[in-house]
């Protein structure tokens, strides 16, 4: 006899009596080797029925990361406003430093220096 054959024949009264053991009724038997078997072999989570028939999207709560603020803003030093020039009188020049010959040096720096950059080209006219 081959395995499968003697695993569904029923057990020999004899051996019922000797045992004192009583078959369970079919049914039972059948409810049993099921959930058995169910428990026993695992079966992958894509084929699990239960995974199949409830297979839904599961939104989490994923948010991005928020970039750091402090790249973004320019570290670049902001000028002073029109108002906080006039307190502090930035551009009020005394009467002493008015001076023409206070300024002939840089006039003089100048001229040389479009000279230069002009060629020595003189004015025609």
């Known amino acids: 006899m081959d395995g499968e054959a003697l695993l569904c024949t029923t057990v020999p009264s004899e051996l019922k009596k000797a045992l004192d053991v009583e078959p369970p009724s079919s049914s039972k038997a059948a409810a049993f080797t099921e959930a058995f078997l169910k428990n026993s072999i695992k079966t992958p989570a894509r084929l699990d029925l239960d995974t199949l028939l409830a297979h839904k999207a599961v939104i989490l709560g994923y948010t991005r990361p928020k970039k750091d603020t402090t790249k973004r803003k320019s570290k670049k030093a902001k ?47």
Do not use: N, T
């Open 79 to 125: 000028g002073l406003g029109a108002r906080q020039k006039r307190v502090m009188k930035i551009f009020q020049i005394k009467a002493e430093h008015q001076r023409y010959e206070l300024f002939l040096p840089l006039h003089q720096l100048w001229r040389h220096y479009i000279l230069d950059l002009c060629g020595g080209l003189k004015p025609s006219g």
